[in-house]
C-alpha cells in the first residue's frame, strides 16, 4: 500500500447543517470533515462544494448554513480542510 494512497474518511459534523450532503439556500453543499480544525473555535473545517459551479473549498462548520461560493458568488476564501502532508 502506497502511502499516499491513503483513502480520507470524510466524517459528518453534529448537526444538520453540517451533515454530508447538506445544501445551503445558496446552493453550497456539506462533504464532511477529516478531522482538521477550523479557523473559528471549536469547529472543524469541512470540505463544501459549490453546486453551481463545481468549486471546492473549506467551510467552518458555524459558516455552513450560510456559506457562498468564492468563486461565483463573491464569498470569503476558503479555508484549510485537507490534512497537512509531513514534508518537514
Ligand atoms: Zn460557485
Given at each position: 500500500m502506497n502511502e499516499t494512497d491513503i483513502q480520507i474518511q470524510w466524517q459528518d459534523g453534529s448537526g444538520e447543517s453540517v451533515e454530508i450532503g447538506y445544501f445551503n439556500p445558496n446552493g453550497q453543499q456539506c462533504c464532511g470533515h477529516c478531522g482538521v480544525p477550523g479557523t473559528d473555535h471549536g469547529q472543524y473545517a469541512y470540505k463544501t462544494?459549490?453546486?453551481?459551479?463545481?468549486y471546492v473549498y473549506g467551510t467552518n462548520g458555524t459558516d455552513m448554513h450560510e456559506r457562498r461560493c468564492?468563486?461565483?458568488?463573491?464569498?470569503a476564501t476558503g479555508i484549510q480542510y485537507w490534512k497537512e502532508s509531513r514534508n518537514n
Open positions: 462544494e459549490c453546486t453551481i459551479c463545481g468564492p468563486e461565483c458568488q463573491g464569498g
